[in-house]
């Protein structure tokens, strides 16, 4: 069987084959940028419509009521939750994910009084970094410091999770290797040194099975737009464990997380439960768009989605070690698909012309500085044969040296 024809089989074999067809994709194009900004569910667009022309249009304000528009946030919290292990009533859905990190390093601290230590590594996402730095300017050091460990670290947490530290900020699959942390051991470890840990999830949720209440996680925080394809600038969410959320506080108190926000009251009391952590009126229409993209997991097992988002990985990897350009590049990510999320990166020297000749090519990744090219597996629309495809395309592109144009060498805003 030639190896093509092998990944067609595989496809044949794919129990989740048939979900390919909710999402609008192009034929031709073959787009392993889900990680960035996932494809649209048709679902997402039909809810979005929906949001816009009739109930928008149609019932105007009235529609904060007729269609729920208000229960918005812990409706989709819900729904995210059952996508990563939590029961309900400890999700919402809200602002961007570097907002929501911040509120729940603040609760954090709030929630360990004595302990004024924020510790992350420092190949963690930017924003997530950023967050912490802007909280201890704003809260001085008497009341907030930020440790950054080195990755490895993590081997020595239990050293490192020292009286002062109140919260550790951990990504579970890294942006750039796609590296995954195991969530349970390191719960497990930073909470018997007295620390909660906060987990950002952006690159996870939507892409594997999470299990934060079997965990016995503290707080998470998650991303819209990625894997759960809820659109660009999709709303995030968040995840308080329901046993931290009475004596929880967070600082952004606007109305909406609000005890009684039509009462109008000029005191703010924090809402009941998860619905506290709420800020300002809901993003409707994103909401609404991810609402139907959370359609498609409906029927969706969740292992199966794993074992797929392994085995894409893994054809990838097969293919680049089996191509005639195999030498040219460094796998930048774990070789064992357990140590994965759902994506590969490759380290090339002229990892941008690269992305920008394959994107040219039809086959889009992104690029991430100074010199990664990343793929990311949807697992919920990546055919086996795109990553046969992509690889091939990949391959002439070396082979060729169609990425020594010099105009592939511009950088756009985004990359
Ligand atoms: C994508 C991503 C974010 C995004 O943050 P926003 O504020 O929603 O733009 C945050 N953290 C990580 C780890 C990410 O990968």
Redesign the pocket.
């Given at each position: 069987m030639n190896d093509r024809a092998r990944h067609e089989a595989l496809d044949a074999a794919d129990p989740l084959a048939s979900l390919r067809d909710r999402f609008r994709l192009r034929e031709g194009r073959i787009y392993l940028d889900g990680n960035s900004l996932g494809a649209p569910p048709e679902s997402a667009l039909r809810a979005l419509a929906t949001a816009a022309e009739d109930e928008w249009g149609g019932e105007l304000v009235g529609a904060w009521n007729s269609a729920d528009w208000i229960g918005l946030p812990e409706r989709l919290g819900d729904r995210i939750g059952a996508l990563i292990g939590a029961a309900p009533g400890q999700v919402v859905a809200a602002d961007?994910?570097?907002v929501n990190l911040h509120k729940l390093l603040v609760t954090a601290l709030g929630l360990r009084p004595g302990r004024r230590t924020i510790v992350s590594t420092s190949d963690n996402?930017p924003?997530?970094l950023y967050m912490a730095e802007g909280l201890v300017d704003l809260l001085g050091a008497d009341r907030c410091r930020l440790r950054t460990i080195a990755p490895d670290a993590l081997d020595e947490l239990d050293a490192v999770v020292d009286d002062d530290v109140a919260v550790v900020m951990l990504?579970h699959v890294d942006?750039r290797s796609g590296r995954r942390l195991d969530l349970q051991d390191l719960t497990r470890r930073v909470q018997a040194r007295g620390a909660l840990v906060l987990w950002?999830l952006?690159?996870s949720a939507g892409a594997m099975p999470l299990d934060l209440d079997a965990a016995g996680a503290d707080l998470a925080v998650g991303?819209g737009y990625?894997y759960l394809n809820g659109g660009p600038g999709a709303p995030?969410f968040l995840y308080v464990a329901a046993r931290h959320q009475a004596a929880a506080r967070q600082p952004l108190t606007g109305w909406m997380g609000h005890a009684r926000p039509f009462a109008f009251e000029s005191a703010y009391a924090p809402g009941e439960g998860i619905r506290r952590f709420l800020c300002g009126t809901p993003a409707v229409l994103s909401m609404r768009a991810l609402e139907g993209a959370l359609d498609v997991f409906d029927d969706v097992d969740l292992g199966a989605l794993r074992a797929k988002s392994e085995a894409l990985g893994d054809a990838f990897i097969d293919a680049v070690e089996g191509s005639r350009v195999a030498d040219a590049f460094v796998l930048a990510s774990p070789r064992a698909a357990a140590d994965r999320g759902s994506q590969v990166s490759l380290r090339h020297a002229d990892a941008h012309a690269l992305v920008r000749a394959l994107i040219e090519a039809d086959v889009v990744g992104d690029f991430r500085a100074p010199d990664l090219l990343r793929f990311g597996f949807a697992p919920l629309y990546t055919r086996f044969v795109d990553v046969h495809e992509a690889v091939q395309r990949l391959e002439t592109i070396v082979v060729e040296g169609r990425h020594l144009e010099p105009r592939l060498r511009e950088r756009a805003r985004v990359t």
């Open positions: 961007a994910t570097s996402f924003t997530d990504t942006f950002d952006a690159h991303c990625k995030a």
